[in-house]
Every structure is written in structure tokens, then in C-alpha cells.
């Protein structure tokens, strides 16, 4: 990891970074940037000063991602429910947007990293939505870290423009009356087709929901909690969250390496199991 190499010995993160697999490091992280007007509230400034602040924030994780090997990172800058703020706060995330991506083009090609976005981001206002699309071409050949941008974004939207995107290829072929829907079908067709899913998904600011973020791609996502706020999101916070991740067993749905596969007769009598009087009883009380 590059990132042994920023750190002297005794520093704290160094520590941390140290008791890292790079093996099992998360291919794709995703963030859900949460607190930003909480962090200036309390300080008593306006919600902007957070949002500025926030900026920051986004700039020193985008860097150690790439310093750890991180392959892909997904930032939930926007929501499609976050047009209902105040429209000066709006004006001013545009802004700010526009001034990240001015001011971070240099080191995206530097650090050889790819910037993309999802969302409907055709809906955003043109100066903003021109500059991203510029940013996204400029950095289209770079081969390291995807750094994905979440804007104007909604994972219910994600889902419909999917399943809507499937009936007009089928309608088109002329197919539609056969049309059946598969899980792979519908992933190939998600804003983030191209990929993996995320391993890891952080929240910050202690809230305990997912706010419409990648519904379908989080399905067995280790999901992280933080109370830290956004702006005070640092490298320690980062390196603290990957180190929960990897003391995680993943399971998928099925059971634990240390755990002993068993059959039913191994925990239930066979004769405590249901035969086919239950059956035939279940049968006829769910059909009154």
C-alpha cells in the first residue's frame, strides 16, 4: 500500500493501515456523506460553511482510497430528494460542485483516476452538467480508481429507469409479450453496470437508514456507522471502518467456514419433523 510509505513509524494511521490484509482490502466502497449542516450548526455558521468544509473532506478520502489500492469509490453527493432544500443552498452545492471539479481535474489525471457519475444528471442545471460531463471525458482513459459521483441521484429512479429500459428494448425488438424479467437482466442495465458491487457502504453522522442509496447493489453490503460528521471524516475514520470490515465474516446468505454443516435430523427428531398430515392441514387452512 502507497500509503505505508506517507506514514512514519509511531503514526497512529500507520498503525492502523499496518493491521490491514491487502488482500481482502473492499473493491468498492460506497459513501453516504451525512452532516455536513449539522458540523455548522453547531459551530454556528451557516449549513454552506459545511458544504465547504465537506469539500475538503471529499479530497483527502479520494486520495487515500488511491493510496490503499481502493478500486472503486462511490460518493452520494446529491439526492433527487435534496432538490426540496432551500434553493439558495441548491444554487450554492452547484457552486461548489463546479468548483471541485475545476480544481480537482489536475490531480484526477495525476493520480490516474476516472470520475463518473450517476444519476439523472441531464436534469441538472447546464453550466453544472456540461463541466461534469467535460471532467468525465477528460479522465475516460484513465485506468486506476473509479471515483463515481452520486447526483440528482435515487435508487428507486435507478430501479424504473432499469425495468422501463428493458420494455422499450423489448417493445422495440418486438418482443414485449415475452418478456421475463431476470435479476441479471436488470443489473446490466443499472447506472453502475460496470461496477462491482460496493463491499462496504459508510454512513456518517450516526443515522441508521440508507437514504435510497444503491437499494439493489447494497444487498450484502458490511454496512458502517459512524457519528463522526462528514467534515471531521478523516483518514482515521477511513482506516477504522476497513478494519471493522475485515474483522467481518461474509456469508452470503449461506453459513460461517468455522461453522459445522447440519441436517435437520442432526438438531430435530425425525420424529418432532412435520409429515404429510401437516402438510395437508396447512394446505386446507390456507385455502379458507
Not at 205 to 222: D, K, P, T
Not at 227 to 256: C, H, M, S, Y
Not at 275 to 283: A, N, Y
Request: charged letters at 30%; aromatic letters at 6%.
Amino acid at each position: 500500500m502507497k500509503l505505508l510509505e506517507a506514514l512514519p513509524p509511531g503514526d497512529r494511521d500507520r498503525e492502523l493501515a499496518l493491521s490491514l490484509d491487502p488482500a481482502r482490502l473492499p473493491a468498492h466502497i460506497a459513501i453516504i456523506m451525512d452532516g455536513n449542516g449539522r458540523w455548522a450548526q453547531r459551530r454556528g455558521l451557516p449549513r454552506i460553511a459545511g458544504h465547504k468544509v465537506g469539500v475538503s473532506t471529499v479530497r483527502s478520502v479520494v486520495e487515500d482510497c488511491v493510496q490503499l489500492g481502493i478500486p472503486a469509490l462511490t460518493l452520494y453527493a446529491f439526492s433527487a430528494e435534496n432538490w426540496k432544500r432551500p434553493r439558495t443552498e441548491v444554487e450554492l452545492l452547484w457552486r461548489l460542485l463546479r468548483y471541485y471539479l475545476r480544481r480537482e481535474i489536475d490531480d484526477l489525471q495525476r493520480n490516474n483516476i476516472r470520475l463518473q457519475s450517476i444519476g439523472r444528471t441531464e436534469a441538472l442545471p447546464d453550466r453544472v452538467y456540461e463541466e461534469l460531463r467535460d471532467v468525465e471525458r477528460a479522465t475516460a482513459h484513465n485506468t486506476g480508481m473509479r471515483l463515481t459521483l452520486a447526483i440528482n441521484y435515487s435508487a428507486r429512479h435507478e430501479l424504473v429507469d432499469a425495468v422501463n429500459s428493458l420494455i422499450d428494448e423489448a417493445r422495440i425488438a418486438g418482443k414485449l409479450a415475452d418478456l421475463a424479467v431476470t435479476e441479471n437482466m436488470i443489473s446490466r442495465r443499472l447506472y453502475t453496470a460496470d461496477l462491482p458491487e460496493p463491499d462496504l457502504l459508510i454512513r456518517t453522522s450516526g443515522e441508521m437508514r440508507v437514504s435510497n442509496f444503491l437499494l439493489w447493489q447494497i444487498a450484502y453490503a458490511e454496512l458502517y456507522v459512524t457519528e463522526t460528521l462528514w467534515p471531521d471524516f478523516n483518514r482515521t475514520e477511513l482506516l477504522k471502518a476497513i478494519v471493522d470490515f475485515q474483522k467481518r465474516e461474509r456469508r452470503f446468505g449461506g453459513i460461517g467456514a468455522a461453522e459445522p454443516a447440519e441436517s435437520a435430523a442432526d438438531v430435530i427428531p425425525p420424529e418432532a419433523l412435520p409429515g404429510d398430515e401437516f402438510e395437508t392441514e396447512e394446505i386446507a387452512v390456507s385455502s379458507q
